[in-house]
């Protein structure tokens, strides 16, 4: 639940998927606290008095860090809530999660009826936020495949923030919570999680997710660079 992917909680009895987005679904810096309490539990034996110190350096540091995301979450919204009210975009529907890997690059998404509006700031900018990326909605491409299961288990997932692209005989849905490509670089502004939906001429739908980008060297340098704030 603290994650952008969310929780049914109320499944099977509704399908609303509960988040508060304060963690990145895989944050290193959360996980090395059970990590190291792991191993040193692992080498000790049974009947080691050290045990319990283990036990509790894992849970405390691992649940101190949690509530110190959600201290990050709290100051990242007043950021960025500021610099839309600046550039006359409502934050009447609004969404802000960590970036990969760590918990002090924040991306903040606003949406309106037509386009959701994005940009990332840094915890360590001594800089105001350079500028925002507009994602047009484009909500009238699916209407001939609105009815399809497969399309309509996305866009719940997605939890309505979602931008549809026409890229030949194909659309492209885009489940923006996750961020873009590069977020802070308009070059790169593509979303990393897209869906092919694609129908045939015999009018079958299919969806397809597309494949992930891979984190090399240069992208992992890239990140940590913004992660450093401008």
Request: with cysteine.
């Amino acid at each position: 639940t603290m994650t952008s992917n969310g929780t049914g909680l109320f499944e099977p009895f509704r399908h609303a998927r509960i988040s508060f987005n304060n963690i990145f679904v895989a944050d290193p810096f959360f996980t090395i606290w059970f990590l190291i309490s792991f191993i040193a539990l692992l080498i000790l034996k049974n009947t080691s008095s050290r045990k319990k110190f283990w036990i509790r350096f894992g849970v405390v540091l691992g649940s101190s860090y949690l509530i110190y995301t959600i201290f990050n979450k709290y100051e990242a919204d007043k950021i960025f809530k500021d610099y839309y009210a600046k550039n006359n975009i409502s934050t009447e529907t609004y969404f802000s999660a960590p970036a990969p890997l760590n918990n002090w690059l924040w991306m903040g998404m606003a949406k309106d009826h037509d386009s959701i509006y994005t940009c990332y700031y840094s915890l360590f900018d001594k800089l105001p936020i350079q500028f925002y990326i507009a994602a047009p909605i484009n909500d009238s491409l699916l209407t001939t495949v609105r009815k399809d299961r497969s399309v309509n288990t996305v866009l719940r997932i997605s939890q309505g923030y979602y931008s549809v692209q026409k890229e030949n005989d194909k659309l492209v849905l885009s489940d923006t919570r996750f961020g873009l490509r590069n977020g802070w670089d308009k070059e790169e502004a593509q979303f990393v999680f897209r869906f092919n939906i694609e129908k045939d001429k015999d009018d079958i739908i299919t969806v397809n997710q597309t494949e992930l980008p891979g984190i090399d060297g240069n992208a992992f340098r890239l990140l940590i660079a913004r992660i450093k704030g401008n």
